[in-house]
Antibody, heavy 120, light 108 residues
C-alpha cells in the first residue's frame, strides 16, 4: 500500500525550532516529488514547497521562502519540514503529499497531517 | 501567481440532487487542474486530475470538465458522504502551485 505517514502533533513555544517528518512506503520514494501544504485553523490549503528526493531539487512558494526548509533523506524514504524559529502564526496542520507523476501533476497520496501548535 | 477562485463559497443541496461547483483561474492553466475533497478531521483526497480524469477509486458520479481558465466539478446525484469541502488546484504555473479557497457543500 502506498502511504505517507507523518510525525505526531507538536506543541512548541515561539522562537523554538521544529522538524516534522513524512515517511513514504509502498513506492519508489526517490522517483516522485513530495509537496508540503499548510492548513491554518478553519482555513484553506496553501502550497508551501516541493522537493524531488533523487537530487533534492527544492522549490518554495514565495510566501514561505526563507521561513521554512524542506529536505529529504532517500536512505529512509523520508521528507522533512523544518523551522528555525517558530511564530504563533505557524499554528496549523501541515500535510505532505506525493505528486502523482512527473513535475506537473496532482497530489495523489496525502499524509495524515501533523498539527503544530505554537503558543507561549 | 495564478489565482484560483471558486464559487459558490457555500452550496446547499439535498441528497439525490445534482451539484455543480466552479473554479476560475486568473490565467490559463491548460488542463493542469485537480479537484480535492476534504472532510472534517481528514486529509484532502484527490478526486479529479487533468481537469477530467477520475482518480483511482473515485465514484463515477464525480466528473470534471473545462480547460484554460474555467472548470467545473459535477456530482451527479449527491450521497450523504459527499457533503464536504472541495478545493480546486492548478499545477501548471508554478511556483507557486495554488488552490482555490474552497466550496463547502452542505446538506439542505
Amino acid at each position: 500500500e502506498v502511504q505517507l505517514v507523518q510525525s505526531g502533533a507538536e506543541v512548541k513555544k515561539p522562537g523554538e525550532s521544529l522538524k516534522i517528518s513524512c515517511e513514504a512506503s509502498g513506492y519508489s520514494f526517490s522517483g516522485y516529488w513530495i509537496a508540503w501544504v499548510r492548513q491554518m485553523p478553519g482555513k484553506g490549503l496553501e502550497w508551501m514547497g516541493i522537493i524531488y528526493p533523487v537530487d533534492s531539487d527544492t522549490r518554495y512558494s514565495p510566501s514561505f521562502q526563507g521561513q521554512v526548509t524542506i529536505s529529504a533523506d532517500r536512505s529512509i524514504s523520508t521528507s522533512y519540514l523544518q523551522w528555525n524559529s517558530l511564530r504563533a502564526s505557524d499554528t496549523a496542520i501541515y500535510y505532505c503529499a506525493k505528486v502523482r507523476q512527473g513535475r506537473k501533476d496532482a497530489f495523489d497520496i496525502w499524509g495524515q497531517g501533523t498539527m503544530v501548535i505554537v503558543s507561549s | 501567481e495564478t489565482v484560483m477562485t471558486q464559487f459558490p463559497a457555500t452550496l446547499s443541496a439535498s441528497p439525490g440532487e445534482r451539484a455543480t461547483l466552479s473554479c476560475r483561474a486568473s490565467q490559463s492553466v491548460s488542463d493542469n487542474l485537480a479537484w480535492y475533497q476534504q472532510k472534517p478531521g481528514q486529509a484532502p483526497r484527490l478526486l479529479i486530475y487533468r481537469a477530467s480524469t477520475r482518480a483511482t477509486g473515485v465514484p463515477a458520479r464525480f466528473s470534471g470538465s473545462g480547460s484554460g481558465t474555467e472548470f467545473t466539478l459535477t456530482i451527479s446525484s449527491l450521497q450523504s458522504e459527499d457533503f464536504a469541502v472541495y478545493y480546486c488546484q492548478q499545477y501548471n504555473n508554478w511556483p507557486p502551485i495554488t488552490f482555490g479557497q474552497g466550496t463547502r457543500l452542505d446538506i439542505k
